[in-house]
T-cell receptor, first 113, second 110 residues
Framework: GAVVSQHPSWVICKSGTSVKIECRSL??????MFWYRQFPKQSLMLMAT?????????EQGVEKDKFLINHASLTLSTLTVTSAHPEDSSFYIC?????????FGAGTRLSVL | QKEVEQNSGPLSVPEGAIASLNCTYS??????FFWYRQYSGKSPELIMF????GDKEDGRFTAQLNKASQYVSLLIRDSQPSDSATYLC??????????FGAGTRLFVKA
């Protein structure tokens, strides 16, 4: 199957700083990528749909000014958590679709101190 | 609201038994159905996908789809402790949006 690379896998940052997470489709082009957040023992929560060359579509309740998404190329989408706070600590997972199948990156565990 | 429903479990089966995981979906326009496995602390990985009514087998896994009943299932034969994970069912709607269920936790007892 298709491979989606996500980096970094783990990041610790101080409260008030910004963190950028990268998601790359390695062997295919992805016009659409997705960003999820998952808290411990809870289900995946779709945050936003990232569209190459256009603005991301955010799910209800997700602050677009806090979670900045850029999808500048067919193989790269980035999620920037701006002015991170401890409540933003979570597991962030991206995915990309090839032939109608979603493939997931390995996830990024964010800890905000 | 389009939904995918799963029993949260936990489902506990002894090693070597058949584990049966079930899922229902609300959008009759759904075309594609997926099962993902997620180990604790890891991201989901695709196990199987199914598009047509009936059964689809891949090794120890069998996916079953019944569009009339809006029902998808996953059977795991000869369950192993390494199969212990959360299994996510997903359906792609007619609008090409993928909806995930909340997952069923499976424990396989050695």
């Amino acid at each position: 199957g298709a491979v989606v690379s996500q980096h970094p896998s783990w990041v610790i940052c101080k409260s008030g700083t910004s963190v950028k997470i990268e998601c790359r489709s390695l062997d295919f082009q992805a016009t659409t990528m997705f960003w999820y957040r998952q808290f411990p023992k809870q289900s995946l929560m779709l945050m936003a749909t990232s569209n190459e060359g256009s603005k991301a579509t955010y799910e209800q309740g997700v602050e677009k000014d806090k979670f900045l998404i850029n999808h500048a190329s067919l193989t790269l989408s980035t999620l920037t958590v701006t002015s991170a706070h401890p409540e933003d600590s979570s597991f962030y997972i991206c995915s990309a679709t090839e032939e109608n199948i979603q493939y997931f990156g390995a996830g990024t565990r964010l800890s905000v101190l | 609201q389009k939904e995918v429903e799963q029993n949260s479990g936990p489902l506990s089966v002894p090693e070597g038994a058949i584990a049966s995981l079930n899922c229902t979906y609300s959008d009759r326009g759904s075309q594609s159905f997926f099962w993902y496995r997620q180990y604790s602390g890891k991201s989901p990985e695709l196990i199987m996908f199914i598009y047509s009514n009936g059964d689809k087998e891949d090794g120890r896994f069998t996916a079953q789809l019944n569009k009339a009943s809006q029902y998808v299932s996953l059977l795991i034969r000869d369950s192993q402790p390494s199969d212990s994970a959360t299994y996510l069912c997903a359906a792609t709607t007619g609008g090409f949006k993928t909806i995930f269920g909340a997952g069923t936790r499976l424990f396989v007892k050695a």
